[in-house]
């Protein structure tokens, strides 16, 4: 079984539904907790993959976690590496400060609850995004936003609220500003526990996270299949480019 290092920002944001569908598809987890004080391995290329996931830190400031520049240090030592990498939420806006993108309070206030988000015309021919439907389903819970991608970035996915909802940098790196790996106990406790800008923004947090939670259903059917393929990239299964034969 291939091996995937996971970053997490937080003791109520693990892996989640990742828990399951990775090991399902051949990839085995390898949590680090560095809330909890364990270091962030600086070498990527010890595992076939990296996941990094989400939490109420501030990707533009490293002083709101000891640990993000170390995870900044990865993740763009994984992209150098060709390391297939997956960032989700804070994940992903790490991995766009990390490689020359920039991060910032969400100009239009919280992102909460299911939302759609549009596929941009390259996410058709993207390995992870392609099989992807035309507007789906995901879960949001975001005060901050990817603001500019990074020099080079393909945009894959935007929102009516904001732009840059998932992004590619080089070939093997993936950043989602959504969350795709929500059990229903993770949407609830957030509907519990973040809630000031959502109520600041005129909603219901806890109506919101069981709108959410109603829609998870929908959220596996389309996601679980794009976390097989990157399960499939780690194990070196994905889409392989021949060279062109000369007549």
Known sequence: MTRALVVTHSPTEGPG??????????????????????PV?????????????????????????????????????????????????????????AMGGRVAPGADGVE????LVAKRDAAWDDELFGEVPFTPTVVQWHEDAIVDLPP???????????????FRVGERAWGVQFHIETPPEMVRHWGAQYTAAVVEAGLDPAALA??????????EACWRPVVERFAALAAGRGRVSLPLLEG
């Open 152 to 166: 080079g970035a393909v945009l894959l996915a935007s929102s009516s609220r904001y732009a840059n909802q998932a």
């Open 112 to 115: 909460a609850g299911a939302r």
């Open 17 to 38: 539904t990742l828990a399951s569908w990775c090991p399902a598809a051949g990839l085995e987890l390898v949590l680090v907790h560095p809330w909890d004080g364990e």
């Open 41 to 97: 391995p600086s070498d990527p290329t010890a595992y076939d993959a990296l996941i990094v996931l989400g939490g109420p830190q501030q990707a533009y400031d490293d002083g709101s976690a000891a640990w993000l520049p170390a995870t900044k240090d990865l993740l763009r030592a994984a992209v150098a590496a060709g390391v297939p990498t997956l960032g989700i939420c804070l994940g992903a806006q790490l991995l766009a400060e």
């Open 210 to 219: 069981e709108r959410a939670v109603a829609e998870l259903p929908e959220v």
